[in-house]
């Protein structure tokens, strides 16, 4: 069977982190979001797979290449054009990425499933697409029961008793909803769905497409099911994703390395002595990281692979990657640090090479500047926050 990945958004709401990494590859805990999806459609029978692909997409193809290593066959769409001399991506949203493909030559002969490429889910595709066949569905969204209070920060599917669409809403109050069933961005088409899309522009799964199809009164459907969704849309939600590997709430993903304390994970060759610095799990440490004596890091915080952190430095219910260095002293409370990048739990940002403040938190590939104790102090206290 065939099936789709969403790939070609720019990912503007999870910056600082997709100005390098595009969303697919953004890691839960060193493995990429879209792997997840793949391993999904495989163990539900679909092997072939296309991804369009636009912003970043070279690192995209590059670490998925054509999908020998993961059991399926990978081909990409590309959405864009070399503009004096360079690659620009220009996604043709959802929609227009489908028929982009199937004008090119027609790859959707069957039922197939469309998926973002920024959730985790660990949804029962067999049964979800043997609804859809018995409803004789074109199109079916598969919706997910929130309660009530969280409706607001959804687009809600509204139906009849037999599960026809009658309308949407984009994020209404709790008072307005009609629904408590959301939109989580998996869809189960038939290749005439396709008629629907023009050719050659930019056209929205969710903003286009759907509205046209209830105009029209065309079988249109969504299957409620109750399984497990992590939306990736916000740095806010990656946040609570990684804290949601690390304490179980989420249970399709393993925490990776070796269990050298109750709840502390390592990779490996990690630099440690463990009776001189002060560790409580959840935690994960990546391979390849110095913690040097008198450090703490308290869970659920992961600290990626190749990093430093420095004497007296605190990780509280923290995410750092890569390659980052954290001065002496540096208290992270509720934040990501992701390369010259630090972001608290709101989505707020702070550049912190563009605030000199280069020698709180570095590159550890970079030689460590000197630093101002009383200086750093301050600004440690008042810039980042973390005394709150």
């Not at 790859?107 to 660990?122: N, Q, S």
Request: glycine share 10%.
């Amino acid at each position: 069977m065939k099936a789709m990945i969403l790939a070609a958004g720019k990912g503007t709401r999870v910056r600082p982190i997709t100005y390098t990494i595009p969303k697919p590859l953004i890691p839960i805990l060193q493995k990429p979001v879209m792997e997840f999806l793949l391993e999904l459609l495989r163990q539900h029978g679909f092997e072939q797979v296309v991804v369009n692909v636009s912003h970043l997409a070279h690192e995209i193809e590059g670490y998925f290449r054509d999908g020998q290593r993961f059991g399926v066959e990978i081909t990409y769409s590309f959405e864009g054009r070399i503009i004096d001399g360079q690659l620009v991506g220009e996604a043709l949203g959802s929609a227009g990425g489908m028929r982009k493909i199937q004008d090119f030559y027609p790859f959707f002969d069957d039922t197939f499933v469309v998926l973002c490429g920024d959730a985790l889910i660990d949804l029962d595709l067999s049964a979800a697409v043997k609804w859809h066949k018995e409803k004789g569905s074109v199109a079916t969204i598969v919706t997910k029961p929130v309660p009530r209070e969280r409706v607001s920060s959804y687009g809600v599917v509204v139906t009849d008793e037999s599960g026809r669409i009658k309308t949407f809403q984009e994020k209404p109050s709790v008072e307005e909803a009609l629904s408590t069933n959301i939109n989580t961005g998996i869809y189960i088409f038939e290749p005439e769905v396709l008629d629907y899309i023009p050719s050659g522009q930019e056209y929205d799964i969710g903003g286009d497409l759907f509205p046209k199809l209830v105009e029209m009164d065309a079988p249109f459907y969504a299957v409620s099911m109750d399984f497990q969704w992590v939306d990736i849309g916000k740095v806010p939600d990656y946040w609570h994703a990684v804290r949601g590997v690390l304490t179980g709430d989420i249970k399709n993903v393993s925490i990776p390395g070796k269990q050298v304390a109750p709840g502390v994970y390592t990779g490996l060759n990690v630099a440690v002595n463990w009776d001189k610095v002060d560790v409580k799990g959840p935690v994960y440490i990546g391979g390849m990281t110095h913690i040097e004596d008198g450090a703490k890091i308290i869970g659920p915080s992961m600290i990626g692979p190749n990093c430093w952190i420095c004497k007296g430095a605190t990780v509280d219910n923290s995410v750092i990657f890569e390659y980052s260095r954290l001065g002496a002293g540096v208290r992270l409370v509720d934040k990501l640090v992701f390369g010259r990048y630090c972001v608290d739990k709101t989505g707020a940002t702070i550049d912190v090479q563009a605030a000199a403040l280069d020698w709180l938190i570095t590159d550890t590939r970079q030689t460590p500047p000197s630093q101002d104790p009383e200086e750093k102090q301050a600004i440690d206290e008042i810039l980042l926050g973390q005394n709150g």
